[in-house]
């Protein structure tokens, strides 16, 4: 498997993953590649307690157009806001505020992290990448699941 740049994107792990052959070789890339970010898609993927604030299915908006690494945000500087989409998560918002920060989040990402958040968004990860919850909370044992609204 080809070695990743120094802190990857989160879509680059995750394809990473889903191109590991074997459940322990899985585990190794997500443990290889740890960060805050990826913990944080994954653990908003498939903690069942966190709820979307978000509706459901696919979200109006246009992907940056001239995506390059050093023009545009990354997951790893903006995982702190995911908070304000999950239920719980910032109750001061209202929905469609909510939903304008969120588009504005996606069109500042690389496409593929965008596409990543929305995937997330509906706890569809899986849909896309060869992910599994067994993989992540093996992982990453530190992480304690549910109760968390």
């Not at 903690?47 to 908006?61: K, Q, R, T």
């Not at 239920?87 to 069109?107: C, P, Y």
Request: with cysteine.
């Amino acid at each position: 498997m080809a070695k990743l740049p120094p802190k990857p994107l989160v879509s680059e792990v995750l394809d990473a993953v889903h191109k590991a052959k074997t459940k322990s070789k899985k585990i190794e890339v997500l443990r290889e590649y740890d960060s805050k970010a990826l913990r944080y898609c994954l653990i908003i993927n498939f903690d069942e307690s966190i709820v979307s604030a978000l509706p459901d299915g696919d979200v109006p908006y246009t992907p940056n157009p001239s995506p390059t690494v050093d023009s545009v945000s990354k997951l790893a500087s903006e995982y702190r806001t995911l908070y304000n989409f999950v239920k719980g998560g910032n109750n001061e918002l209202s929905g469609t505020r909510r939903e304008v920060l969120f588009i504005q989040l996606l069109e500042s990402l690389m496409p593929s992290e965008a596409e990543v958040l929305c995937l997330v968004k509906d706890k569809k990860l899986g849909k896309k990448y060869r992910c599994s919850f067994p993989v992540v909370s093996e992982a990453y044992p530190d992480i304690v699941w549910g109760n968390r609204t």
